[in-house]
């Protein structure tokens, strides 16, 4: 008798054990939250995870904002609860003007998407690179969007995957000369870049004092 | 009658004295007390990067991670971040109870307010490096008794130059009531400890004023939290350069000469404490009690005493960065103008002529280390028609004629632990005591806080800077006699940079330094295999066959066990204010590139 009892106490803690009351565990987040920065609709091409916005939601008496990174696309998105947030720019950090502005955003239903519109310091427009024997030339417009902006940087970056940007090319070619307006650059490759198998290009575009380049889109050379 | 003795206690059962915490009568009452207290701040003085904290000299361009691969790709935002307000109030606690103790004397009790001043000014400053102007608190013991008084704690941050100005006046002040006599082991703040701080602190403020309105965007905030007007980068630099001055001219302390070589030399002066007339201010450790496992850790795994070994090892950044003592360019060179390899006779023959400090600093190939010589050989280069064929091996493997394919301590490239990955091991702040490398007992070797020769690179800048060439040349060439490699005739900001980084390597100065001239970001680029933001290894070769046969060649390879270059972006030169900090205190505005 003293054992069934045993094994039935046993069996009653252990029923126990395995229960939880439910308050301590949370549902992780599963809806997304995707900004897209664009100017004139247009995306805009950044260094994937060097880029960030902050939101944060509030109502809450600590209403602490969380990052988040860009892709190379200029697409932003982070892993939420429903509800309502607030987006802002991060001062002096991408390749634009900084604004003051809380864009709002609505998730439900497991999403939420919002558009923020800002204005470059510049643009690329017209970007063409191509790959000709082992000289990589591209040509491209430089547009001044912002009057008192300066450039510190044009730029011409060769890669071996499809990702480019001031941190990861295998050939850089700078401007010599700084300048806005219609302009090209090349560089060539070396016998072992092209043995790589695919070669993308990309162009960027950096401004005095801003943390972050514009980038072109990024093209297959092959 | 029962529930009276439930009511009831044993008399004074529960009104016992604590025996664990004692009061601050008790502890101002007693010069013993006050001795252990002091020493107890002495304990919570250091952050970021020194000996104990070993793990954290990867992350800029003197060492790499050696024990398994190192992803790091940027530098947190509150990387090495100081903000310590209980630790302030408590040197305010004891600012109280030393003025007014009558346990010691009043030259004791002067003495005392002097060191916990100049403690307290050695916080602000570590603050004010990362993250500029903060809360200034003043002497103020707060105290909560409800949140009525929260209101008076919420103290808007100064601007980044009220922040040094405080740290230099208090300095100032410290000074005028520390002794001017040396202790064990520079252990204690005394007049010239505080007179470094505040030369430091006027240099850092000086060239903030400076270099931050000599680059394109400056980095400031509307309230000048963060950012120092340009109109006193002057003043600053006279402070700094007549604290240093009056250090270098009425102190007891000399850039140190003995008569062994150089190298020696420069080794005993940092790392010896007795006799030592170099270190003004040190980090102490003593055995039994309290030692570090700096020895342990990076210790050269042929001088290895214990399972750990080789996790941290310096790089062939910081090794070139040393001169030749005829050639200011200190690269070491692996091939000529064609694209051959140079021949060397011997590993350590690609060393000689360098800076004496290269010695003192970095245990390179086949250079002694304790009675050891240390070989450092990544494998062969192996003759055949013309071309060479890199051969590797394991650790400790020969071949079958008996020459050394790859050396007992490495290089190797793969992400294994306990080996290193970069052609060098450590030798400053090594020690050589028997049982300094083991987990039991641990190493009490020091760690210098302020030396002499940095009051005589501050005073170079400070007088290069103020447009006397001729004494900032004087001031340098002391430093680089001792080295043994030749002087300037002029000096240029970029001399002071490459001066102060061999002279101090791992000693914690260079990621402060390189924020303060607003050069980080631009060397630390973040470019795949940029020259400076690389980490990079140099492997030495065994030439087999061929007309070159026994010769040594090198190659300059990527750090194997490092992913990415360093990328130091501009919202790295200040730590982000913590959103909890805000949330405490609504007036604590946040550092540019934070929100």
Same mark, same amino acid.
């Given at each position: 008798?003293?054992?069934?009892?045993?094994?039935?106490?046993?069996?009653?803690?252990?029923?126990?054990?395995?229960?939880?009351?439910?308050?301590?565990?949370?549902?992780?987040?599963?809806?997304?939250?995707?900004?897209?920065?664009?100017?004139?609709?247009?995306?805009?091409?950044?260094?994937?995870?060097?880029?960030?916005?902050?939101?944060? =939601?509030?109502?809450?008496?600590?209403?602490?904002?969380?990052?988040?990174?860009?892709?190379?696309?200029?697409?932003?998105?982070?892993?939420?609860?429903?509800?309502?947030?607030?987006?802002?720019?991060?001062?002096?950090?991408?390749?634009?003007?900084?604004? =003051?502005?809380?864009?709002?955003?609505?998730?439900?239903?497991?999403?939420? =998407?919002?558009?923020?519109?800002?204005?470059?310091?510049?643009?690329?427009?017209?970007?063409?690179?191509?790959?000709?024997?082992?000289?990589?030339?591209?040509?491209?417009?430089?547009?001044?969007?912002?009057?008192?902006?300066?450039?510190?940087?044009?730029?011409?970056?060769?890669?071996?995957?499809?990702?480019?940007?001031?941190?990861?090319?295998?050939?850089?070619?700078?401007?010599?000369?700084?300048?806005?307006?219609?302009?090209?650059?090349?560089?060539?490759?070396?016998?072992?870049?092209?043995?790589?198998?695919?070669?993308?290009?990309?162009?960027?575009?950096?401004?005095?004092?801003?943390?972050?380049?514009?980038?072109?889109?990024?093209?297959?050379?092959? | 009658?029962?529930?009276?003795?439930?009511?009831?206690?044993?008399?004074?059962?529960?009104?016992?004295?604590?025996?664990?915490?004692? %009061?601050?009568?008790?502890?101002?009452?007693? +010069?013993?007390?006050?001795?252990?207290?002091?020493?107890?701040?002495?304990?919570?003085?250091?952050?970021?990067?020194?000996?104990?904290?070993?793990?954290?000299?990867?992350?800029?361009?003197?060492?790499?991670?050696?024990?398994?691969?190192?992803?790091?790709?940027?530098?947190?935002?509150?990387?090495?971040?100081?903000?310590?307000?209980? #630790?302030?109030?408590?040197? $305010?606690?004891?600012?109280?109870?030393?003025?007014? %103790?009558?346990?010691?004397?009043?030259?004791?009790?002067?003495?005392?307010?002097?060191?916990?001043?100049?403690?307290?000014?050695?916080?602000?400053?570590?603050?004010?490096?990362?993250?500029?102007?903060?809360?200034? *608190?003043?002497?103020?013991?707060?105290?909560? !008794?409800?949140?009525?008084?929260?209101? @008076?704690?919420?103290?808007?941050?100064?601007?980044?130059?009220?922040?040094?100005?405080?740290?230099?006046?208090?300095?100032?002040?410290?000074?005028?009531?520390?002794?001017?006599?040396? $202790?064990?082991?520079?252990?204690?703040?005394?007049?010239?400890? +505080?007179?470094?701080?505040?030369?430091? @602190?006027?240099?850092?403020?000086?060239?903030?004023?400076? #270099?931050?309105?000599?680059?394109?965007?400056?980095?400031?905030?509307?309230?000048?939290?963060?950012?120092?007007?340009?109109?006193?980068?002057?003043?600053?630099?006279?402070? +700094?350069?007549?604290?240093?001055?009056?250090?270098?001219?009425?102190?007891?302390?000399?850039?140190?000469?003995?008569?062994?070589?150089?190298?020696?030399?420069?080794?005993?002066?940092?790392?010896?404490?007795?006799?030592?007339?170099?270190?003004?201010?040190?980090?102490?450790?003593?055995?039994?009690?309290?030692?570090?496992?700096?020895?342990?850790?990076?210790?050269?795994?042929?001088?290895?005493?214990?399972?750990?070994?080789?996790?941290?090892?310096?790089?062939?950044?910081?090794?070139?960065?040393?001169?030749?003592?005829?050639?200011?360019?200190?690269?070491?060179?692996?091939? /000529?103008? $064609?694209?051959?390899?140079?021949?060397?006779?011997?590993?350590?023959?690609?060393?000689?002529?360098?800076?004496?400090?290269?010695?003192?600093?970095?245990?390179?190939?086949?250079?002694? #280390? !304790?009675?050891?010589?240390?070989?450092?050989?990544?494998?062969?280069? *192996?003759? $055949?028609?013309?071309?060479?064929?890199?051969?590797?091996?394991?650790?400790?493997?020969?071949?079958?004629?008996?020459?050394?394919?790859?050396?007992?301590?490495?290089?190797?490239?793969?992400?294994?632990?306990?080996?290193?990955?970069?052609?060098?091991?450590?030798?400053?702040?090594?020690?050589?005591?028997?049982?300094?490398?083991?987990?039991?007992?641990?190493?009490?070797?020091?760690?210098?806080?302020?030396?002499?020769?940095? @009051?005589?690179?501050?005073?170079?800048?400070?007088?290069?800077?103020?447009?006397?060439?001729?004494?900032?040349?004087?001031?340098? !060439?002391?430093?680089?006699?001792?080295?043994?490699?030749?002087?300037?005739?002029?000096?240029?900001?970029?001399?002071?940079?490459?001066?102060?980084?061999?002279?101090? +390597?791992?000693?914690?100065?260079?990621?402060?330094?390189?924020?303060?001239?607003? *050069?980080? /970001?631009?060397?630390?680029?973040?470019?795949?295999?940029?020259?400076?933001?690389?980490?990079?290894?140099?492997?030495?070769?065994?030439?087999?066959?061929?007309?070159?046969?026994?010769?040594?060649?090198?190659?300059?390879?990527?750090?194997?066990?490092?992913?990415?270059?360093?990328?130091?972006?501009?919202?790295?030169?200040?730590?982000?204010?913590?959103?909890?900090?805000?949330?405490?205190?609504?007036?604590?505005?946040?550092?540019?590139?934070?929100?």
């Amino acid at each position: 008798m003293k054992k069934v009892l045993g094994i039935i106490t046993l069996a009653v803690v252990s029923a126990f054990m395995f229960v939880s009351c439910g308050l301590d565990n949370y549902d992780y987040p599963d809806a997304t939250l995707k900004v897209t920065v664009t100017y004139n609709g247009q995306k805009i091409g950044l260094r994937d995870g060097y880029v960030r916005l902050q939101a944060y =939601e509030p109502g809450y008496e600590l209403s602490n904002p969380f990052t988040m990174y860009c892709n190379q696309d200029g697409v932003f998105s982070a892993s939420v609860f429903n509800g309502d947030y607030y987006v802002t720019l991060t001062s002096g950090n991408g390749p634009w003007v900084n604004d =003051e502005k809380q864009y709002p955003v609505t998730v439900s239903g497991g999403s939420g =998407e919002a558009t923020i519109s800002v204005t470059p310091y510049f643009t690329i427009s017209g970007a063409n690179i191509n790959l000709n024997g082992n000289t990589v030339s591209a040509s491209f417009t430089v547009d001044q969007i912002v009057p008192d902006a300066k450039l510190s940087d044009v730029m011409l970056l060769v890669s071996k995957a499809a990702f480019a940007n001031e941190g990861v090319y295998i050939k850089r070619a700078n401007a010599s000369t700084l300048t806005t307006g219609s302009q090209t650059l090349t560089v060539s490759l070396s016998d072992s870049d092209m043995k790589s198998a695919a070669l993308y290009g990309r162009i960027g575009v950096k401004t005095a004092g801003a943390d972050q380049a514009i980038y072109s889109d990024i093209i297959k050379l092959r | 009658m029962g529930l009276a003795l439930l009511f009831s206690s044993c008399s004074g059962f529960l009104d016992q004295e604590p025996d664990s915490i004692l %009061t601050d009568d008790q502890v101002f009452g007693d +010069a013993k007390l006050i001795k252990s207290l002091m020493a107890s701040f002495y304990g919570k003085i250091t952050w970021g990067q020194w000996t104990a904290n070993y793990g954290e000299f990867y992350r800029l361009d003197e060492a790499s991670y050696c024990d398994g691969t190192d992803v790091t790709n940027s530098f947190p935002d509150d990387l090495w971040r100081v903000y310590d307000y209980t #630790y302030i109030r408590q040197l $305010n606690q004891a600012l109280n109870g030393i003025r007014t %103790t009558s346990a010691l004397s009043e030259s004791d009790r002067t003495a005392l307010e002097g060191e916990v001043r100049y403690i307290r000014a050695w916080i602000y400053f570590n603050m004010a490096r990362c993250l500029g102007g903060m809360p200034i *608190v003043g002497d103020t013991v707060f105290e909560y !008794n409800g949140p009525e008084d929260v209101e @008076a704690m919420q103290i808007a941050r100064s601007t980044e130059s009220e922040m040094y100005d405080y740290i230099i006046s208090e300095c100032a002040a410290a000074a005028n009531m520390l002794s001017s006599a040396t $202790n064990t082991n520079s252990a204690r703040a005394n007049k010239w400890v +505080a007179l470094m701080l505040e030369a430091r @602190a006027a240099i850092y403020a000086a060239s903030l004023a400076n #270099y931050n309105n000599k680059i394109a965007n400056p980095i400031k905030t509307a309230g000048g939290e963060v950012g120092i007007d340009a109109s006193k980068a002057n003043g600053y630099y006279q402070t +700094a350069l007549a604290a240093a001055k009056n250090v270098i001219e009425n102190g007891p302390y000399a850039l140190q000469m003995d008569d062994s070589n150089l190298g020696v030399n420069f080794y005993n002066a940092v790392c010896i404490k007795d006799p030592n007339t170099e270190v003004i201010w040190s980090r102490d450790y003593i055995y039994p009690g309290t030692t570090h496992g700096w020895s342990s850790h990076n210790v050269a795994p042929i001088c290895a005493e214990d399972i750990d070994m080789a996790m941290y090892c310096p790089n062939a950044n910081i090794v070139d960065a040393f001169e030749f003592a005829n050639d200011r360019d200190g690269k070491i060179k692996t091939t /000529d103008a $064609n694209g051959d390899y140079i021949y060397y006779d011997s590993p350590e023959a690609a060393f000689a002529g360098k800076d004496a400090r290269l010695w003192a600093s970095v245990i390179y190939p086949n250079a002694e #280390y !304790n009675g050891k010589v240390v070989a450092q050989q990544a494998g062969q280069k *192996v003759y $055949n028609n013309g071309t060479y064929t890199t051969v590797t091996a394991e650790p400790d493997t020969y071949d079958s004629e008996g020459r050394l394919i790859t050396a007992y301590s490495g290089p190797v490239s793969d992400a294994r632990g306990f080996m290193g990955k970069t052609g060098f091991y450590f030798r400053k702040f090594m020690d050589t005591t028997v049982g300094a490398a083991t987990r039991g007992r641990g190493s009490e070797m020091w760690y210098p806080y302020f030396r002499i020769s940095e @009051a005589y690179l501050i005073a170079s800048e400070a007088s290069m800077e103020l447009g006397n060439n001729s004494d900032a040349c004087k001031y340098i !060439n002391a430093v680089r006699k001792r080295a043994g490699i030749q002087d300037l005739t002029t000096v240029t900001l970029d001399d002071i940079i490459k001066e102060n980084r061999v002279e101090f +390597a791992f000693e914690g100065h260079r990621y402060y330094d390189l924020k303060r001239w607003r *050069v980080a /970001d631009k060397i630390w680029n973040g470019v795949m295999n940029d020259e400076n933001a690389q980490q990079w290894a140099l492997f030495c070769y065994l030439v087999v066959g061929g007309p070159h046969d026994g010769k040594y060649v090198y190659e300059r390879i990527p750090v194997p066990s490092v992913t990415y270059p360093r990328y130091f972006q501009l919202k790295n030169y200040y730590n982000f204010i913590d959103d909890s900090w805000v949330s405490n205190n609504p007036k604590m505005v946040k550092n540019p590139y934070q929100d």
